[in-house]
């Protein structure tokens, strides 16, 4: 049962123009979405967070957004930049057995074209 | 700061071989450890996680084992290896504050052949 989803698997957009990352989750109970962004043999690097007392969060490019009801989260990257092509990772903080952990989607490959 | 090693980088190994992949972190005590895979085509999924020495759970069954042996050691282990083994294998940390999200490390592309 994927509780995070990311049903694009890829987005190719022009150099200047604006991204968007989309990311879906099942449990009312998440309560902190992260965003990371990874490169090829590498591991994820961490880009923004927002917690779900907020709706927004935003840092230079970057800007999340938290829409509860429809448990939809967004990333906006504006102007996107041929820099910014990676994979992009959801994920929403669980708490199990008292130990929390990240539940991450299955990824967005950004391509930004110049 | 809380840095994490992971090694080695690559990794091809024959099926019915062993594996131990080793992670370490430094700048921090007591951290909660994290070992995720990511498959070909797919996200990250989170393989074992571990709350302190000697304490490790497991998220999925599957061919391989994880240990705890010291405080800042984290060890995936397989005895004989798969084909389906194969894939990108990544250490994590979670931060100081479960908000903070993970430290990774560099990660293990491991081919299994």
């Known amino acids: 049962d994927q509780q995070v989803k990311q049903n694009s698997p890829s987005l190719s957009v022009q150099e200047g123009r604006i991204s968007i990352l989309n990311c879906d989750y099942t449990?009312?109970?998440?309560?902190?979405f992260l965003w990371y962004k990874k490169y090829p043999a590498e591991g994820p690097t961490f880009l923004i967070s927002?917690?779900?007392?907020?709706d927004k969060n935003e840092d230079g490019r970057f800007t999340v957004f938290l829409n509860k009801s429809a448990k939809h989260l967004s990333l906006h990257i504006v102007p996107s930049q041929p820099g910014d092509s990676a994979v992009y990772f959801c994920?929403?903080?669980?708490?199990?057995?008292?130990?929390?952990?990240?539940?991450f989607g299955t990824g967005t490959r950004l391509k930004v074209l110049a | 700061s809380q840095t994490i090693h992971q090694w080695p980088a690559t990794l091809v190994q024959p099926v019915g071989s062993p594996l131990s992949l080793e992670c370490t972190v430094e700048g921090t005590s007591n951290p909660n450890l994290y070992w995720y895979r990511q498959a070909a085509g797919r996200g990250l999924q989170l393989l074992f996680y571990s709350v302190g020495i000697g304490q490790i759970s497991s998220e999925v069954p599957q061919n391989l084992s994880a240990s705890r042996p010291q405080d800042r050691q984290f060890i995936l282990s397989s005895k004989k290896l798969l084909l389906s083994d194969s894939g990108f294998y990544l250490c994590a940390l979670l931060g100081a504050g479960a908000n903070y999200g993970y430290t990774f490390g560099s990660g293990t592309r491991l081919t299994v052949v």
């Open positions: 994920a929403a903080k669980g708490r199990t057995s008292g130990t929390y952990k990240y539940i």
């Open positions: 449990n009312s109970m998440f309560d902190y």
């Open positions: 927002i917690s779900s007392i907020k």
